[in-house]
């Protein structure tokens, strides 16, 4: 007799979830079993809920004093040192928040959630803000009076002089054909190219030793010999003042701090205070030397970075559990530090991420915006430098807080060595359970080959990870931009349209013949190989030119301190100043394409069931009135994500040739383009601009996620799944993305977390890079469909990061609850 | 000639570890609480699900017989002339109409078995036989234990025990676990609901406890027809008079899901919806084992 799991899954609804990690540390003492993370003390649930319920706003006094700089000195300075300048002014000048409560302090804007724009890069219009207010998605508020001011100060400067204005008066028109057609998006045209990751050099160096390196690096130029002396010297004046113009930041909120101790009646917040303002003087002019002042010191890097620009993926602590974990094993053995504190003091800086939403972009509407998240990933686990286990006391308080606090951001993930501890990986996969989407989970014996394949040393590969959804780099010491999505779906399906764009009837890119005239598959893959390469090199010459332009525009001296080897090179982020320059081409949709090639192949040109006219004219009326053969394309087709060698076979042989097409490519500072597989949102907009598919994905749904399955298309369960995948080379690439949805039954007992664990340590030992998991029922996101006030704190996991059910649009909630259920009875 | 209908990988309930588990067809048994009603008969069926059938008529069609007419509940299949030959559902589009019951070589259910070898390495896992009564097909089924033996694959049984004493430990022998049924103590209640008698099962039980092979004992639990005090307390009684323990009782809740693959066979004036049992009645069972020393959980 089999067992009976739904019956699992009623009882588990009648009693309150576990709470895995509290056998972990959890400290305090519960309110009542209904609330959210019984575990948090009194000051952590305020901050938390100030957080939480925080509106996101568009703060215009970044912009203001940009303006205003750039007015009264363009033309003074060189780039670098007009840009060091220009924040130094702002750190200067912009709003101090300090929260009631708080214990870290510091915020990009005047409050919390509070957004500043960045208009030397994209400026947004008066039209931009009304819709930025008024959308029903992830609105961002702001005052009529604001737009008032922004259209009279702001506006009028930048018109014609932004980074984005200049980027679209210079593409080709093979690009902006294909651009506009959906085949793929371009990262730099909206934020600064970002995914940028500290390794822990700022725990141990203050700003300033950084400046006396720069100083150093200064005096040694060699102006006689060195035609680029000229040019370093300015980057290093600049990043010089970047380092003062965070020490200044930091020294307002120490003044602050105290001025607020003076007046204060409570004694205890007057201590804190006080401390506050001790722990502000030392960092981040010095280097940390307790917990506080650790987790301090990052938050005052983070916010530097996130205010000179706002590059992609926000700012990541990288390993911020190995970093923190010789600041807690001193303080605790001394007893300056308790468990409860240190934990406390996380919970703050979680918070403090969780304040800092995306900052949003131009010229979209609420159709095309997906998420407040701004991806910080933080990585717990994996293995230190030397190759040994990284798991500490501390990262069992970075589940511990990441599963109570239940927040938006940050993005927190596990990585699994064989070397990782059973425990560790049970603890990580009980908070799995809880099902808000975090953590997800990494395979660091993967992405170290992936590093050490693309010329990393093995110890810098080790102090590498992942950021933003899936994307390694070797954190503190490279460069890793991200330069857009490539819708491969749309590319097969402007190769059965010839060229053509079939939605708008446009060219999107070249001609590579009739596919009814084809007598092969063979022949239709390699149109598709023709149209891949085409599109590949259209992307990298507008990507390199567009680089070419923040190295030139807007330089970022202080990411350049912090990153190896800007100073010593004397050279900025942008300029191939760190030590690694990569960019990478991020595919989605291998599912969609391989389910779709699989079809062609059967069919039509092995069974000869189907003729090639036959199924053009049926997806191309999106097949209405051919549901027989649509279903019949569904059920009687090999699909990827079933172990079946067949589609799996035809997966890996795409995989292989977007390697091809991509890795190798030159980027501007002498390296290379690489491939990653993932989408987070873009799948849904890549939907959007496509019609139907031949493995009967009808138009303008969803096309699948980086490497996963197509939706519902992964009928053989989990452990299928992952065969399947690692039938790829993962290691050739820079991460893949896989996401599972299980539902909650599948995870009742204690015996079915060591499973999922066992299930996990069998993918990487299969090679795979990533998975994530989405524990939810159908009936509770139907339900907050219904009723979303009364879900507002329902976590999704998909597609690399986590959202709110409620933050997303109608499509993307829909696609969650398509998601496979991988219930098995 | 003997069937598989079903094959379930990231099988998490029954057995040690991940295990992959093959539904044997064919069952000696006819409980009126079965979940798996297809797994009764030894020959292949056909299963129609009417809410995937978009009348598109391929069936019809194909039929060389004429066994299917298209009416308004659906696909209409005359037993009588329908050969079982599954053209049908070959050709059904939707998977509305399907075969349940498949021939398989043993190489092939050992490709199969043998995809899962790293999951299986990796969770002390393996693979399960399950039914039906997998040792309804004794011989098929010795052999697949013989290959999977070669494999070094951790073999587990899911059996009824309504079989020859001889049967039983030729299996056995071939077996690291049998997850083993004991339905009620009650002979007579035992006829009335599962059409036959206990006591070959139980003096089979007896047989197995004296070999190397570890043992969990399932009990479906069904409301009203065995979670009596008695009935747990003369099956605990029968339990600790065994030579070895099991590993452990699972109390497996019985659940009316099945209903849907009554339907599915064109049976559902054989469905009989029995009680579930809530979650005090589970719980009092777990402690009256746990009174008696035994070990009880909920769930396979």
New interface residues.
Partial sequence: MQSIKEIIGKVETNTVAERAACEQGNFYEPINNNAIGPGMNERIQKLRKLSFEAIPSISIERALHQTAFYKENLGKHSTPVLRALTFLDHCEKKSLYMGENELIVGERGPKPKAIPTFPELTCHSVEDLEILNSREQQPYTISQEDIDIYAKEVIPYWKGRTQRERIFSHVPIEWKRAYEAGVFTEFMEQRAPGHTVLDGKIYKKGMLDFKKEIEAHLDSLDFMNDPEATDKAEQLKAMSISCDAVIVFANRHADLAEQKAQSEKNPQRKKELEKIAAVCRRVPAHAPRTFHEAIQMYWFVHLGTITELNGWDSMNPGHFDQHLAPFYEKEIKEGTLSREEAKELLSCVWIKFNNHTAPPKVGITAKESGTYNDFTNINIGGVKIDGSDGVSEVSYLMLNVTEELHLLQPGTSVHIAPKTPNKFLNAACKVIRQGHGYPSVFNPDTYIMEMVGMGKSITDAREGGCSGCIEVGAFGKEAFLLTGYLNVPKIIEITLNNGIDPLTGKVAGIKTGDPREFKSYEELYEAFLKQLHFVVDQKVKVSNYIDRMFAKYAPAPFLSVVIDDCIQKGKDYYDGGPRYNTNYIQCTGLGTVTDSLSTIKKHVFEDKTLSMDKLLTAVANNFEGEEKLRQTIINKTPFFGNDDDYADAIACKVYDDLVKAIDGKPNIKGEYFHLNMLSTTCHIYFGKVMGAMPNGRLAHKSISDGTSPSHGCDIKGPSAVIRSLTKLDHTRSGGTLLNQRFLPSLLKRDEDIIKLGQLIRSYFTLGGHHIQFNIVDTATLRAAQQAPEEYKDLLVRMAGYSDYFNDMNDDLQQEVIDRTENESF | MSLIFDV???????GP??R??IFLKGCPLSCVWC??PESIEKRVEKLFTRSKC?G?K?CVERCENHACTLTKEGILTDTNACLLCGKCAEV????ATQMSGMQYPIEEIMAIIK??T??MD??E?GVTF?GGEPLFHHEFLVKLLDECGKEEIHRCV?TTGFTSAKKLLEVASRCEHFLY?LKVMDDEKHKQYTGVSNAQILSNLQLLASTDVNINI?I?LIKGLNDDDENIHQTALFINALHKKPLMV?I????S?AQKKYEKLGRIEKFIKME?PD?ACQKRVISLFESHGIKAM???
């Fill in positions: 379930k990988r990231y099988a998490i309930n029954d570890g991940i992959i588990t979940h798996n978009i598109c391929a059904c589009p939707t998977g995809k899962e790293l999951v990796q969770s896992g399950s899911d049924d399932r479906p699972n497996l809740p019985y659940h899901i579930e979650i909920i769930g396979g």
